[in-house]
């Protein structure tokens, strides 16, 4: 009889076990922090968002992959911003800093929603319409660096990737970067508006910090391995490091690092909570306790026979 009991209590208590951790994975699951879509468009950039994908997971953001086949309706998606996150691919032919096209208001390629009621995109801005007219090359170097640093810490509108390299090792003019929806609510929206309370990021708005957490949370040191077989340089400005003289290496870099990315993330509000596989995780905490309570059962027939 007391076999019997302590039977019924290895069952009642792995049962108990079992549904408690089962609830706990679900909750997990349930908490995510976002579900964002990632625009591509070839084979090779489906590959980046497929890494980008499973580092993301790491601070509880969800991607879905939405690849376009049609180059002009890729274009049109980027231009009409109908997108959360985009890997966009630029060419720099011409020997000067001006990106204005780019990362202005006005510009032809202001895929990213910038206008200058945001933080800091009026001093953005202003600075890109400067740099035109300053004619000392010393001078305008220094501006564009200036320019560089404030784009990639107070606005950041891009996470830069990688240039391809010719086999002298010199770079080509085509790079690539993740470009953010400065509209879409979790990454920018009303959130560029907010600025943080947390001591030593007054500075900062909920927006950047949700796009610093992303930039902190991609490994590109591991996707340039896994897809380029680390034949490509990995870039850190968003003007080209194709134009040696003008591209600033001291800028803010957003070398992978979890621990940042999970600290901006929580001043940004939001609890990280990785995403998880929850049947898989349940079927393990499943097969164990069901493994032993027959294992138990069997040596108490066992010890019965005899």
């Not at 007054?202 to 949700?210: D, K, L, M, Q």
């Not at 001291?250 to 070398?255: L, R």
Request: proline letters at 3%; charged letters at 20%.
């Amino acid at each position: 009889m007391n076999k019997i009991k302590s039977k019924i209590f290895v069952i009642l208590f792995m049962s108990f076990f079992v549904l408690t951790v089962f609830t706990t994975f679900i909750t997990a699951e349930d908490e995510e922090v976002a579900t964002l879509t990632i625009l591509i468009y070839n084979s090779t950039n489906k590959e980046i968002a497929l890494n980008i994908e499973e580092n993301l997971q790491e601070i509880g953001i969800t991607v879905i992959l939405d690849y376009e086949d049609s180059f002009s309706i890729f274009i049109a998606r980027l231009l009409d911003r109908d997108f959360d996150l985009a890997i966009v691919c630029i060419s720099s032919p011409a020997d000067t800093p001006d990106v204005s096209s780019v990362y202005a208001e006005g510009g032809c390629m202001n895929i990213f929603g910038i206008n200058r009621s945001i933080p800091y995109c009026n001093e953005s801005e202003n600075m890109l319409t400067d740099g035109i007219e300053i004619l000392n090359s010393t001078e305008r170097q220094l501006h564009y660096f200036n320019w560089q640093q404030l784009c990639m810490d107070k606005i950041v509108p891009i996470l830069p990737l990688f240039n391809a390299n010719f086999e002298n090792g010199s770079l080509m003019s085509i790079y690539n970067f993740l470009a953010f929806n400065l509209q879409n609510e979790f990454l920018g929206g009303s959130s560029n508006f907010e600025y943080l309370t947390d001591p030593g990021k007054e500075e900062y708005t909920r927006g950047v910090a949700v796009r610093k957490a992303i930039c902190y949370a991609i490994d590109r040191e591991f996707i340039n391995v896994d897809v380029h077989d680390y034949n490509y340089t990995i870039s850190h400005s968003p003007i080209n490091p194709y134009l040696e003289y003008w591209y600033y290496d001291e800028i803010i870099k957003y070398d992978y690092n979890l621990t940042l990315s999970e600290i901006w993330l929580t001043a940004a509000g939001y609890e990280v909570v990785p995403v998880t596989n929850t049947n898989y995780y349940v079927l393990n905490v499943l097969v164990v306790p069901i493994f032993l309570v027959l294992f138990k059962s069997k040596r108490f027939s066992k010890k019965k026979r005899r």
